[in-house]
Each structure stands twice: as C-alpha cells, then as structure tokens.
C-alpha cells in the first residue's frame, strides 16, 4: 500500500480530519501537504502533531512569492516549525529562489498553476503552457530549488533539464474521476509514464467514502507506471 511516488494533500479539511486521514494513510505517502490547515493554527504544532501521527515528512505548500529577505526569513521560520518542505512561485525569480532554499528545505518551484488554461497563460505570459513552464523552470533551477510542480501535460517537456530536479504533479485523475478545477489533466499512470517523480493527491482519496480503498486502488492502477 505504500508508494513514494504520491502525496496526500490535506487542502480543505478541518484539523481532526486531517489528522485522523495522516493516521489512515500518512505512512504510505512521500509526504502530507498542507496549506490552509495553517491558517489560523500554530504552526509548529500543527506541523509536528501530523508527524506525530503517521506523516513521514510535511510539506507546507506556501507558494512564497516575496521580495527574496522576507522569502528567506519566512522560510527559515518554517524550517524552524518543523517544516520538511516548501513551495515558491518561480516568477518571483532566482535571487527569490535562492532564499528559499538556504532556509536547507526541500524547495519546489511552482511553475504555471494547474488551473489555468492554456489561452490563460497565453494571454499572461504570451507562450505556450509547454514554453511558460519550461522557462520559469529554468529560472527556478537557477536558484538551486529542488523540484518543479506544473501539470500532467507539461511533466515530459522538463525531462531533458540539465541537473537533477524533482518533477510534482497535481492535476491528476483517473478515469471516471471529475477534474474540479484543474484544467490541465491526465491519469495518474500516463503522468508517471511522462517523467513524474511525484502525484499530488487530493480529492480523489480525501472525499471518497472509503480513504484506504481510494487510494490502496490508486497504488494498484499506477503499478505498471
């Protein structure tokens, strides 16, 4: 039942019930990530109870974007709290970048946002999703970030990067599975057999019925990945 490639995203839910979902599954994951689960928590407990409870590693999905003193004190912060794991916004560039990672987390680098469509980043950025991706990743691997997080679709045009980056993937569902609000999707198989190192993995597990079925039959369909 365990898998490194996923993650178990926490996005929505009320403490106990992330709590009691890193109990079910935290130990089966690369790592639990969390967002709004902060807001309005203390921080460090928050982050050390779900390590506490099952959570290999926290990955605070904070998408710093900041002038790079203010990202770099954030992220030293919580280095502090207990945090394994961070995101940035590639836009806010290396110097940005860099900040974060002297913090010595794990930084990943938000490249273009799973929701837009591809005429939405056209008319943001006046590129391709593929191009838009590509260069905001090479910006970010400038600054010595770890990883990238972009879509099922964009995943292959990073491979061939020079160096050794992680490539995240939310967006993924599987056949039958409505897309919510991601626009840019693909099975979670087909995203492996492109180049993902890692699936971000929300709805599909946290809103079914039975969490533990969800995602034990998610392991499964992407074994042959």
């Not at 993924?172 to 626009?183: F, I, L, M, P």
Request: proline share 3%; glycine share 8%.
């Amino acid at each position: 039942m365990r898998d490194e490639r996923l993650i178990l995203a926490l996005d929505g839910l009320k403490e106990s019930r992330a709590i009691e979902l890193t109990q079910l599954l935290g130990q089966y994951a690369y790592c639990v990530k969390v967002h709004d689960l902060l807001d309005g928590s203390d921080q460090p407990e928050i982050i050390q109870r779900l390590k506490d409870n099952g959570a290999a590693r926290v990955w605070v999905d904070c998408k710093l974007h900041d002038i790079p003193k203010t990202v770099g004190r954030r992220a030293t912060a919580l280095r502090k709290a207990g945090a394994d794991i961070i995101t940035v916004h590639a836009q806010g560039g290396r110097d940005m970048v860099k900040a974060a990672v002297e913090s010595g987390l794990e930084v990943l680098s938000i490249t273009v946002l799973t929701s837009l469509t591809s005429m939405q980043i056209h008319d943001m950025y006046g590129r391709t999703p593929a191009e838009a991706v590509a260069y905001f990743a090479e910006l970010a691997a400038s600054g010595g970030t770890s990883g990238f997080v972009c879509s099922p679709l964009e995943v292959e045009s990073l491979i061939h990067m020079h160096g050794v980056f992680k490539r995240v993937v939310p967006g993924t569902r599987s056949v039958g599975v409505a897309a919510g609000d991601q626009k840019r999707v693909a099975t979670p198989a087909a995203t492996l057999a492109a180049g993902a190192h890692h699936l971000v993995i929300a709805s599909q597990v946290i809103e079914a019925s039975d969490p533990a079925e969800a995602w034990k039959s998610l392991v499964a369909e992407i074994q042959t990945a």
